[in-house]
């Protein structure tokens, strides 16, 4: 039984030594991950690792515990134990509990079938946290308490700037059901073309947040940004008939939306090739929509950038997706792009063995809203790729205000009265992570709201009309110019992708180069690509 309880305690250090670290990849805001450069959508993998091992030491830990006071006739005695010096038993049931109903529902099964009840019992985060500290007390918890501080950091932040409302310049449903939504940002919002962002519409759900790839490049306007929506769930679908709708097009607004983020790659990865392969799946083009208009205006501008063949390869189920394609219009961007960009595209429809009658991009859209709006309602920039100098000031605030709210709870409190309990010192030191970063760190972002306002005021000026968008036919629809596109476009019905016979056929024209290969799609893709290239994707 003594060996049992050792193993168990032991188990339970080396479980706090992971959850050092499992919070840290899910703050996806955070300054540490942007400076090396791991995205939210990357870091999220470790987190999922760390969850699982973090899980399973905990699990055993209490196991070993249960079994040895089973053993020695003491388990619901030991269970409801509730310590003033040491380490408190309950609270740690408490928390194991939640840890436990977290983990279950995280699983791939679950999650997969079930995703909201996934999403709402992991909001019990919060009870996991707080019931461990109090079970192993102050000291015990600062094991943990360094990452688990960094994610409060992060999600103090996150809830600051998803308070905004984010006027929707323009909405419109493509005719394969798409939702292109045009969002308002203000001009110092900085991003980039492989970035993404988190919607949450109001009329639909004030809980759910969902991750929807940048379709428009920081070039094509100052004050706007573009998502590409494809219906696939019930939150999606209400969204489109939330648009399509007459009746509720006659409003002012059409949707209430707030926005997290961006975020995304600190690199501009697709600027650092010459040569590029781009393959997506579906509503994966989004975020090459964005990348092939940021190389087109910054060919036009004779900004920095590398690309000059570009191949683009997009699988798609049925021809009605292929207008995806038309709502950017290069020849608008820069004409005659040909000259200094050889773009080539195949498309491969998958389910449809001949082409329809009427082939083409050109197409109107089934319903759209247009409301120009003021700048000064756009989207945050508290969060994603913000001002690195707001960022770390937040940051040293608030760890500096976390020290001196210790330091004077132990001073004039704790030592003066004598405070001895375990459980309630690590529910006071929870409470001064927490205020340290309300107070300290709130105060940071009340300063940083007013330079951001301050800015907008300056830039008003050239914001007194919405930009005459020059993007990707966000705005008004159009019938756009393609021919210089149709030539270089190939259209496969009823086959799939052979990367090996496009990897020969473009070493063939372009030569033994270094291609820099970009995938947004299924997991099918990466390993294909991976398996075909040799190297990861």
């Given at each position: 039984?003594?060996?049992?309880?050792?193993?168990?305690?032991?188990?339970?250090?080396?479980?706090?030594?992971?959850?050092?670290?499992?919070?840290?990849?899910?703050?996806?805001?955070?300054?540490?991950?942007?400076?090396?450069?791991?995205?939210?959508?990357?870091?999220?993998?470790?987190?999922?690792?760390?969850?699982?091992?973090?899980?399973?030491?905990?699990?055993?830990?209490?196991?070993?515990?249960?079994?040895?006071?089973?053993?020695?006739?003491?388990?619901?005695?030991?269970?409801?134990?509730?310590?003033?010096?040491?380490?408190?038993?309950?609270?740690?049931?408490?928390?194991?509990?939640?840890?436990?109903?977290?983990?279950?529902?995280?699983?791939?099964?679950?999650?997969?079938?079930?995703?909201?009840?996934?999403?709402?019992?992991?909001?019990?985060?919060?009870?996991?946290?707080?019931?461990?500290?109090?079970?192993?007390?102050?000291?015990?918890?600062?094991?943990?308490?360094?990452?688990?501080?960094?994610?409060?950091?992060?999600?103090?932040?996150?809830?600051?700037?998803?308070?905004?409302?984010?006027?929707?310049?323009?909405?419109?449903?493509?005719?394969?059901?798409?939702?292109?939504?045009?969002?308002?940002?203000?001009?110092?919002?900085r991003y980039n073309a492989l970035s993404f962002i988190f919607l949450q519409v109001r009329e639909l759900s004030w809980l759910q947040w969902h991750p929807f790839s940048v379709s428009s490049s920081p070039l094509d306007g100052k004050h706007h940004l573009a998502v590409l929506i494809k219906v696939l769930g019930k939150w999606t679908e209400r969204l489109r008939e939330r648009i399509t709708d007459v009746d509720v097009l006659k409003d002012v607004s059409v949707i209430t939306t707030s926005v997290e983020g961006p975020y995304g790659h600190e690199v501009p990865y697709h600027l650092m090739y010459e040569n590029l392969i781009l393959v997506a799946g579906g509503i994966g083009l989004s975020p090459f929509l964005a990348i092939l208009s940021d190389i087109l205006h910054r060919v036009r501008e004779g900004k920095p950038c590398q690309p000059r063949n570009i191949l683009l390869v997009w699988a798609v189920k049925k021809s009605n997706e292929l207008p995806l394609l038309s709502t950017i219009d290069m020849e608008t961007i820069c004409p005659s792009f040909s000259n200094e960009v050889n773009i080539d595209i195949h498309i491969y429809v998958t389910r449809e063995s001949d082409p329809p009658v009427e082939e083409g991009y050109t197409y109107k859209p089934i319903k759209s809203s247009f409301c120009p709006v003021a700048s000064d309602c756009g989207m945050s920039v508290l969060v994603g790729t913000g001002n690195n100098f707001w960022s770390g000031l937040y940051v040293i605030s608030s760890t500096v205000g976390f020290v001196i709210l210790l330091g004077l709870l132990y001073v004039y409190y704790i030592n003066p009265f004598g405070i001895y309990k375990w459980w309630y010192k690590g529910l006071l030191y929870v409470i001064c992570m927490v205020a340290s970063v309300v107070i300290f760190g709130g105060l940071v972002v009340v300063l940083w709201h007013i330079w951001e306002k301050q800015s907008s005021m300056k830039d008003k000026s050239n914001n007194v009309k919405v930009d005459k968008i020059q993007q990707n036919g966000s705005l008004a629809p159009k019938y756009q110019r393609q021919d210089s596109i149709a030539k270089s476009t190939l259209i496969r019905y009823g086959s799939r992708p052979d990367f090996k016979e496009i990897y020969e056929s473009m070493s063939e024209k372009w030569g033994l180069v270094d291609v820099g290969v970009i995938v947004c799609g299924r997991q099918h893709f990466r390993l294909v690509l991976r398996k075909k290239s040799g190297h990861t994707v």
């Open positions: 039984m003594f060996m049992l309880e050792i193993m168990g305690l032991r188990l339970g250090a080396i479980g706090l030594m992971c959850l050092a670290f499992l919070f840290i990849p899910v703050s996806r805001g955070s300054v540490l991950l942007r400076h090396i450069d791991i995205p939210f959508e990357h870091a999220t993998r470790y987190h999922v690792w760390l969850g699982h091992l973090t899980m399973v030491l905990f699990t055993l830990h209490g196991l070993f515990y249960v079994v040895a006071w089973a053993m020695d006739g003491r388990l619901v005695r030991e269970l409801v134990e509730w310590k003033d010096i040491g380490v408190a038993n309950l609270p740690g049931v408490i928390s194991l509990l939640a840890g436990l109903l977290m983990w279950v529902t995280s699983l791939p099964g679950v999650r997969t079938r079930n995703f909201e009840l996934f999403f709402y019992t992991h909001q019990l985060y919060v009870v996991f946290v707080v019931f461990l500290a109090l079970h192993v007390g102050d000291f015990i918890f600062t094991m943990a308490a360094g990452g688990i501080f960094l994610f409060v950091l992060d999600r103090f932040l996150r809830f600051c700037q998803s308070r905004r409302t984010v006027n929707v310049i323009s909405s419109r449903c493509l005719p394969c059901g798409t939702v292109e939504l045009l969002l308002s940002k203000p001009h110092s919002l």
